[in-house]
């Protein structure tokens, strides 16, 4: 006589998994004026466009998407993060079959070895639905990066261009009067009149 069984494990846990994507780049100044004046320049021109400061950087945050430059080395990291909490359910199952007459304790053995072994491959069922669920959301991570960054360097230009057209017009100043200053958004070009003397 064969005694057939079934053992059903299923887990169901809230997980914390998260995605991210980094892009670095650098802000190009023309160094005009000493470095601690060029610093100053761009952190007030980044703190004009919405950025705060924290330490030696200048950070801003736009949904799940970051922009951190660092005011030493003028490094600029653009990450894009998406996660948060997420169900996680597996079920793992195995059914069998005692052909060999068994007492009811050496069945209650197998059956509880069998468990442990379920467990266990359930516990690698939830970890590759982890890494699974990670992999999604770091692809959701790099897609809003690539969607922002267009954005963000056109707002870095700007920035770089005020800083830039500010410690020229601060250096035009040091060497004479200036008479006219002209500059053009469109085109980033400037214009200087100096009356030396």
Request: hydrophobic share 40%.
């Amino acid at each position: 006589m064969s005694y057939a069984y079934r053992i059903d494990l299923k887990e169901s846990q809230i997980v914390s998994v998260e995605g991210k994507d980094t892009f670095t780049t650098c802000i190009e100044l023309v160094d005009v004026l000493p470095a601690p004046a060029m610093r100053e320049l761009l952190e007030q021109k980044l703190a004009e466009a919405g950025f705060r400061s924290e330490a030696d950087h200048m950070v801003k945050v736009d949904g799940h998407t970051s922009v951190t430059v660092n005011l030493s080395t003028r490094e600029v990291e653009v990450s894009a993060l998406r996660g948060g909490e997420r169900q996680v359910e597996v079920t793992v199952s195995h059914r069998g079959e005692d052909h060999a007459p068994v007492s009811a304790q050496e069945r209650l053995q197998r059956q509880e070895l069998l468990r442990q072994q379920l467990d266990q491959k359930l516990q690698t069922q939830t970890k590759i639905a982890e890494t699974l669920m990670e992999k999604s959301l770091r692809e959701e991570a790099t897609a809003a990066l690539r969607e922002a960054i267009p954005r963000l360097a056109a707002e870095l230009g700007c920035v770089s261009h005020a800083v830039q057209a500010a410690a020229l017009e601060t250096k035009a100043r040091s060497m004479g009067t200036v008479e006219r200053v002209e500059h053009d958004p469109d085109s980033q070009s400037m214009t200087i009149v100096i009356k030396l003397g």
